[in-house]
């Protein structure tokens, strides 16, 4: 892990604290209604989004916004994963925790894995709380509010997915690549490598030397391939979970 020194100091803090408060939510809400349960995800949901309206004003007034500020990142979609989640109905509210969960799984492990491609020197300031300081702030807590959304769906037994939930997964994931695709095209803009593969590797050779279509067909591709990887593992660990607790049952 690639962390800097003040990640080292901020990473494990954060962490223990999001335990911490993850489970002291859980035994605060563990025999309450189900609508009480909602709460804390409509709060961080809320919170995103006003951050994210907050971050879009900040760019304006200081005269430095460009399209790149605009919500087509992969960490934009969170907005819309947490929103449906938290606010929707039925299937939707059961898709928005599912894909909640997936893409905050991914969110972590590349936060500590390669914190600084994220998060930039954003721990750097936290101790510098001013307007000026606004943009690091808002990536450091928005990205890891990202990660306690998904924290707080097991902990509360919202929707969790397995690989039986491929099919109705792929759907959003999809769109929102045929979506930031096009954004990206439309404002030249390389809204998570959607336009060129600054970070793809030699699968940018498929753009560069035959279409962009191929490229983006292989983009999608290896987002397929890490959803498949992180609905198999989640199905194996709650496979698990399910024969402990049938041995305990068993030998009880």
């Not at 500590?112 to 807590?141: A, K, R």
Request: with cysteine; aromatic share 14%.
């Amino acid at each position: 892990m690639n962390w800097s020194s003040s990640q080292q100091v901020i990473f494990p803090i954060t962490i223990v604290v999001s335990i911490i408060l993850g489970i002291a939510i859980y035994y605060l809400l563990k025999d309450k209604s189900e609508k009480a349960k909602e709460l804390p995800f409509k709060i961080i949901s809320a919170v995103c989004i006003l951050g994210e309206i907050t971050k879009q004003i900040y760019y304006i007034v200081r005269g430095t916004y460009t399209a790149w500020y605009l919500p087509f990142h992969f960490c934009s979609m969170f907005l819309v994963w947490f929103a449906l989640a938290a606010f929707g109905k039925g299937k939707v509210k059961k898709v928005g925790y599912q894909m909640s969960f997936i893409t905050s799984v991914g969110l972590f492990l590349a936060l500590m894995i390669t914190p600084s491609t994220i998060l930039l020197n954003s721990t750097d300031v936290l101790g510098q709380v001013n307007w000026d300081n606004f943009h690091q702030l808002h990536s450091f807590y928005y990205h890891f509010l990202v990660c306690f959304f998904g924290f707080l769906i097991p902990l509360l037994k919202r929707p969790i997915p397995t690989i039986k939930d491929f099919k109705a997964l792929i759907v959003p994931l999809y769109a929102w690549l045929i979506t930031g695709s096009i954004m990206a095209n439309i404002f030249n803009t390389n809204y998570a490598n959607l336009l060129i593969g600054d970070d793809m590797g030699p699968i940018d050779i498929l753009r560069t030397d035959y279409h962009y279509l191929l490229y983006m067909v292989a983009v999608m591709g290896l987002y397929t391939l890490a959803m498949v990887i992180v609905l198999g593992v989640i199905t194996m660990v709650k496979e698990v979970n399910v024969c402990r607790l049938k041995k305990k049952t068993k030998s009880a």
